[in-house]
């Protein structure tokens, strides 16, 4: 019987700046640019993350709107998490790029704290060291 177990590859999300939103990946996360070009519907994506795994931002090339919350609608996104050795070390650095953390929780089997980026996009990190 062949392996189906699928493994996530990447998130495409809707960014208003792709660029700056890279760039605080790049510099929190150590995470680099995989890919940037044109993108569907006049639209321009950067991929950013690692060898194995990426978020594409993606910008329409047209205004876009804030959404409503995503916990209260069918197909929102309610967040994306990342896995880190040194949470404590994260989470500083951040606070020092200006983003405030919130929802701090140790549980089984690890410790986690949740923050909102200047897209609005909420991220939990999380530590299972």
Known sequence: MPDTTAQLEHANITVRDPAATAAWMEKLFGWHIRWQGDAISGGYTI????DQRYIALYNPG????DATSSYTRVAGLNHLAVTVD???AT??????????TSNHGDYEPGRRF??????GIEF???SYA
Do not use: M, Q, R
């Open 62 to 65: 047209t205004s876009v709107v």
């Open 91 to 100: 989470e500083a650095a951040i606070k020092a790029h200006g983003f405030e």
């Open 114 to 119: 949740y923050f909102h980026d200047n897209e």
């Open 124 to 126: 939990e990190v999380v």
């Open 86 to 88: 040194d949470l404590d």
């Open 47 to 50: 991929h950013v993350g690692n």
